[in-house]
């Protein structure tokens, strides 16, 4: 199992920049792949961006291309979502996520979540 603190999120204006944090612990060895998600009120939880553990690639959303940057840290099991030029529309609860897959963009294929950071952007 690997446990996952997110960290980073706040009331932020449109137009601002925001790095969230996600912090693994636990079977950290076993993280094939991170990813980061969102949850808008009422809507369902949607792929942000992934990143392979050992460097080897990234994938996002086209929503999330151009103004989002997955990276990470594994010396450290750290995992970073970088958001520019923030929008209202960027509101939303930001969950990290693990998976022993490769490659994977689906909700379903990811085994452990943490408890959300809550990113809300003021216009």
């Known amino acids: 199992q690997v446990q996952l603190v997110e960290s980073g999120g706040g009331l932020v204006q449109a137009g601002d920049s925001l790095k969230l944090s996600c912090v693994a612990s636990?079977?950290?060895?076993?993280?094939?792949?991170m990813g980061w998600f969102r949850q808008a009120p009422g809507k369902e939880r949607e792929f942000v961006a992934a990143?392979?553990?050992?460097?080897?690639?990234?994938s996002y959303a086209d929503s999330a291309k151009g103004r989002f940057t997955i990276s990470r840290n594994n010396v450290n099991n750290m995992g970073y979502l970088q958001i520019n030029n923030l929008k209202p529309e960027d509101t939303s609860v930001y969950y990290c996520a693990t998976s022993k897959r490769p490659y994977v963009v689906r909700r379903d294929d990811y085994d452990n979540w943490g408890q959300g950071t809550q990113v809300t952007v003021s216009s």
């Open positions: 636990g079977r950290t060895f076993s993280i094939v792949t």
């Open positions: 990143i392979r553990w050992n460097g080897l690639g990234t």
